[in-house]
């Protein structure tokens, strides 16, 4: 990396003692900001430490001499050097007399960028979140600079407060060929933002501090009409912006919405849930957590749809060596702040657990079910309390739990997850059957989707999400007990009976009464001893419309053809070969 920082002219501005301090001492290179405050001594101040400068406290004619030696203060109450990237703070007193001044450093850093170079050229929209004093600012000044000379694309800075490009009307050097325009008061930023795009025709606009909601929007209006944005916002990670009303459209908003019973009941969560509200205006997110450790949310949409549902994102962490080698790895598994482990993108995941069947492929397995702890916040709004409950939640594994292998080599019990599949019969067919199947609400958990055709041919979310976890979708034409019973054989790999004995016939039992019980035994040798062996059609006795309509499923059963005809009470069923 090459740094450009002309210390010397911020140096040049302090009191004389002071600067003999500073050209002497051993951390000059490292400085980050000197501290004048009335009253105090002078400060100054390194990444990881702070010294005094002077035993003698600062004095007001001090601090005017310095104000005389910068530019004018502006209504964000910061000035600048020309031609320098450095930055003078105020801190006026009641009147607005300035009592107190923040000299920062700033630099140019040519390189800063490699560990996202990758996601810059793209043309995606990219926000940078972070603390104060992580770099954010200097890394928005190298991405405008690669943009404009090494990618050739018109680039034009919203400089609000002249930092990305130097004070002064000439751009410093470290932005390159982008262009610069300067904004007459902070309040005014979403304009310009907006007059930037109508007048200068540009590909790429680059915003620093987006801290309004008027900016937010103007942000999202540059968005939508093709531009690649490059922006910073005050936050550590994502989730400070799903909870910040001013700056959650950056990530898409989020709003309250409430489910029909079914969908809720489909997703075992309660009626009213906090969903996306639109589609993110940056595309991707880059957390600064450190000058040298990035973490990379490669679809802000995603991320945010994750952490909504009580789930924990999936991002990259990028780091770069002192020889400038950026390695990427990817957070597996972080609950509450607890454990997670590392794993480099060039490297296959490790499995949570043994697997031998369907997923035993190499590939990224799904995490053990994450059950959210649900707490009970007081004094807030709903909105607050539904916002809480997606964003923290526990972990709840069973390792002592042993398994063992099926037909196809898969884990048993099978963990299905149904949609659209009546749940009660679902159950009704494991207990009667004894099948090895256990019915999970969770999709990430499930081994197989045992699925209504119909839905799933209108449902391509569900597809794509049985696709990114690998979970095979198995699908029925009705819920009905004869399809529900031969899809969850067609799981399990288990060969349909030739005859079908007792136990079997329970399934279609409603009451269980002796009527029934006739009326299906009935059915039965018909279907197996003439229908079949013979190819002859059979007329049975007249029933009751609830016990023709257990004959017709047991006919389903054996993949025949049936119907009723005749007038009540002799109404009754004739049962055809295939």
Known sequence: MTITEDLQKLLDILPQDLQQQLDNHPKRDHLVEVVLDLGRRPEARFPHAAEYLSESPVTQAQIDDCIQRVGTFGGDNRAGIEQTLH???????????????????????????????????????????????????????????????????????????????????????????????????????????????????????????????????????????????????????????????????????????????DEARRRGSQKTVLERKAPPTFEIAVEMLERQRWVVHESVSDTVDTLLRGRQANPQTRTVDDKGKVSITRQLSVVNGRGGHLASEDESFPAVKQVNGWRASGQMVALPPLSVERERVTGRSEFDRLLDESLNYGESIDFGHTKSPGPNGEDLPLHVYPYGVSRHQLEQVIGVLSLPVVLTKDIDSADAILALRSHVKNHAKLRQMAKARHVPIHVIKSSTIPQITRGLRRLLNIDEPEITDDQELQLFLHSGSDDEMDALEEARLAVEQIVIPKGQPVELLPRSAQVRKMQHELVEHYRLKSHSFGEEPNRRLRIYPA
């Open 87 to 261: 930055r003078i703070s105020a801190i006026r007193n009641r009147n607005g007399k300035i009592i107190g001044l923040t000299c920062r450093v700033g630099r140019a850093v040519f390189g800063t960028i490699g560990m996202i170079r990758d996601l810059v050229e793209t043309g995606k929209s990219i926000l940078m979140l972070g603390r104060p004093g992580v770099g954010k600012t200097t890394a928005l000044r190298e991405i405008a600079r690669v943009l404009a000379d090494e990618l050739n694309k018109r680039v034009v800075i919203i400089d609000t407060s002249n930092e990305i490009a130097g004070d002064g009307d000439v751009a410093h050097p470290a932005i390159g060929r982008a262009r610069r325009m300067q904004v007459a008061k902070p309040e005014l930023q979403h304009q310009v933002m907006i007059e930037a795009v109508e007048n200068h025709m540009p590909e790429v606009i680059v915003i620093d501090e987006i801290g309004t909601e008027l900016e937010a929007l103007a942000a999202r209006t540059i968005a939508e009409r093709g531009v690649q944005l490059v922006g910073t916002a005050h936050g550590n990670q994502i989730e400070n912006l799903i909870k910040n009303p001013t700056l959650s459209d950056l990530v898409g908003g989020i709003q309250a919405v409430t489910l029909g019973d």
